[in-house]
């Protein structure tokens, strides 16, 4: 059973940038599909990106297109989101997730880490 940590997140200005980090124990990465999810208070948890078990494929929601990116490198069993021209309204708890098996958007993923916090504000 795979354990996932993320960390990465802080305090950051509108337009800047933050690169959050996954790091998966416990089992084998590129076994698993993966993907970032978020959420704010009182708001349902927000699909933001997924990426297939090679890193080949990925898909980014239209609220964070071509400012966020999504990658993997499975040789260090990591996860990452990197946060470009950030904005107030990204501020949430960002929490990575990861199946056997390709969830896409929807959050029924089987295993999620504990979520790191992330702030943008002036």
């Known amino acids: 059973q795979v354990q996932l940590a993320e960390s990465g997140g802080g305090l950051a200005q509108p337009g800047g940038s933050l690169t959050l980090s996954c790091a998966a124990s416990?089992?084998?990465?590129?076994?698993?599909?993966m993907a970032w999810f978020r959420q704010s208070p009182g708001k349902e948890r927000e699909f933001v990106a997924a990426i297939s078990r090679t890193g080949g494929g990925t898909y980014v929601a239209d609220s964070v297109k071509g400012r966020f990116t999504i990658s993997r490198d499975n040789a260090k069993n990591t996860l990452y989101l990197q946060m470009n021209s950030l904005k107030p309204e990204d501020t949430a708890v960002y929490y990575c997730?990861?199946?056997?098996?390709?969830?896409?958007?929807?959050?029924?993923?089987?295993?999620w880490g504990h979520g790191t916090q992330v702030t943008v504000s002036s």
């Open positions: 997730a990861a199946d056997l098996q390709p969830r896409g958007l929807r959050p029924s993923y089987s295993y």
């Open positions: 416990g089992g084998t990465a590129s076994d698993y599909a």
